[in-house]
């Protein structure tokens, strides 16, 4: 690496920060691309993005990406916002101008479908419903996609009814609450997607029984902590197609680099492959 005062520099913002995988996603890119650019992770205290981002203004970092617990508070920054991020409620995107301006995108729901597209060759969105479990904020950002992938019908699944019902009232028709307990929750089903942020630990909560999915559905899980969730096991157990977490994130984190670089990065650098190494995964 040889940084000078010309090096382009974007970074990721959260807390805590110190797990992200994204300084080493965009850094293998800048280095394969051989781009004079760097990517930096900032963990900030709860209560300080605010004053962050207005501090940036100008140009000082090219962008950043947002991570938890500011994607909310990102979306509020911005002065101006693409309409996906507005959908999903959550920008994990900020762009800087050198007119001062903050502007915000959300290409958590890109990533999500690059997921299903480079796991699940041949899969639709709009070929049936999509299951959902968990109604917050990734699930929310879920939604948006694969509404605006033409998605026919989605039916969330989550521990606390009421908060898929809020989430339901905000998209209209397409997108329902049902119970955890339904006996036709996954009749028909195209996808299953698990946004819960359940524990993986002793205390997390069973796999859902799949039984009733249909043997066609492709099955993805958010978490890629481990790579093999029990989601993904049963899903496979069922004989269902997976679709693991880890193609997300480097989904979304593509047009991130392109808007922070300036042109996308390059296809020939494994980042996946050296992702799985340094989480003792085998690639
Ligand atoms: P995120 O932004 O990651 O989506 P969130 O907005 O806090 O985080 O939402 C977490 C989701 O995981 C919720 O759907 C939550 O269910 P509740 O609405 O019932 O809280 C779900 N979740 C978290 N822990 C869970 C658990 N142990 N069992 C089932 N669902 C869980």
Known sequence: MNLTAATRLAGVVGNPISHSLSP????????????????????LAPGRFRAFVDGLRG??????????????????????????AHAAGAANVLVFGPDG??????TDGEGLLYAFARQAPGFRPDSGPLVLYGAGGAARGAVAAFLEAGCPEVRLLNRTRARAEDLAARFGDRVRALNTTDPDALSGA???????????????PPPPDFSGAPTTAVAMDM??????????????????????????????????????????????????????RLLGEAP
């Open 223 to 276: 978490t890629y902590r481990p790579l093999r969730t029990p989601f993904l096991k049963a899903a496979a157990a069922r004989g269902l197609r997976t679709v693991d977490g880890l193609d997300m994130l480097i989904g979304q984190a593509i047009p991130a680099f392109t808007a922070f670089f300036g042109q996308p990065p390059p296809a020939a650098a494994d980042v996946r492959g050296r992702v799985l």
């Open 101 to 106: 301006s903050v502007s915000a995108d959300n």
């Open 190 to 204: 195209a996808a299953l997607v698990n946004a819960s942020s359940a524990g993986l630990g002793p205390d997390a």
């Open 24 to 43: 080493i996603l965009h850094n293998a890119w800048l280095e394969a691309a051989g781009l004079d650019g760097a990517y930096l992770a900032f963990g």
């Open 59 to 84: 140009g000082t970092l090219a962008g950043i990406n947002v991570t938890l617990p500011f994607k909310t508070e990102a979306l509020a920054a911005a002065d101006r916002v693409s309409a996906r």
